[in-house]
């Protein structure tokens, strides 16, 4: 891993935030709705390069409560392979662990092959007690 890596615990702008999706691989979103996003996450973590570029990034979001979500796990496909995803899901796990509500449901939708990553962190399949489900408006 770099050590010029800089992590940071503050969500990226909702240009840099739709840009790192696009160049992940990941669907896009709406720039109003990132503007929201962005604002309403519980924790973030970004890594930017020595020049400040935003390199790789995750969030949690969800009620504080009761149930939390990681979602926006994405590395720069340049900077993969490098342990960044990892560096990013210690990040979010040790906000939870320090923050985050005893018995506290923590769920995440993994892209495969990520999975092999997150089951690192401890997360389990659902299935076939339940399955993962999603509607998008």
Request: glycine share 10%.
């Amino acid at each position: 891993m770099d050590k010029k890596i800089d992590v940071l615990s503050k969500a990226p702008g909702p240009e840099e935030y739709l840009a790192l999706r696009a160049a992940a691989g990941l669907s896009p979103r709406d720039v109003d709705g990132a503007r929201i996003a962005m604002d309403n996450s519980i924790f973030a973590v970004t890594l930017r390069d020595s020049s400040q570029q935003l390199i790789g990034m995750g969030r949690v979001i969800g009620d504080g409560g009761c149930f939390y979500q990681i979602v926006d796990i994405a590395v720069r496909p340049d900077y993969q392979g490098h342990g960044y995803g990892k560096r990013i899901m210690t990040e979010l796990m040790d906000y939870l662990n320090t923050h985050g509500q005893k018995g506290a449901f923590v769920s995440l939708i993994a892209d495969i092959p990520a999975d092999s990553l997150y089951k690192k962190f401890g997360f389990e399949y659902t299935a076939p007690n339940s399955v993962g489900m999603y509607k998008k408006l």
